[in-house]
């Protein structure tokens, strides 16, 4: 059982940037993987990175590669996600997720993940 809390959605304009927060706890002892994904009303949830964890590999997606940013503390099993130059196309509720059984084929996968946090939402005006 891993515990997922978030912190850092908001309300900005275009141009802006967002730090985002999520502190994982629990049985977090075989953790592989952490990610943000990301979902809007009526699309698929997508991913916005993944981290392995051990090896600290990285995934963006292609909409978000050059301006957002993945991050971690390793000691406090908190993972990041620096988000700059944020367009109105990035407003979605944003999910933080952890993986406990992965691999390099499966960490950027959102059904692939077992724990999620409860969302939080992201709006950018233009």
């Known amino acids: 059982q891993v515990q997922l809390v978030e912190s850092g959605g908001g309300l900005v304009q275009a141009g802006d940037s967002l730090r985002l927060s999520c502190a994982a706890s629990g049985g977090t002892a075989s953790l592989y993987a952490m990610g943000w994904f990301r979902q809007t009303p009526g699309k698929e949830r997508e991913i916005v990175v993944a981290?392995?964890?051990?090896?600290?590999?990285?995934y963006y997606a292609g909409s978000v590669k050059g301006r957002f940013t993945i991050s971690r503390d390793s000691a406090k099993n908190t993972v990041y996600l620096q988000m700059n130059s944020l367009r109105p196309e990035d407003t979605a509720v944003y999910f933080c997720?952890?993986?406990?059984?992965?691999?390099?084929?499966?960490?950027?996968?959102?059904?692939?993940?077992?724990?999620w946090g409860q969302g939080t939402q992201v709006t950018v005006s233009s």
């Open positions: 997720a952890a993986q406990i059984f992965g691999s390099r084929r499966t960490y950027f996968a959102a059904n692939e993940y077992q724990y």
């Open positions: 981290m392995n964890w051990s090896g600290g590999n990285t």
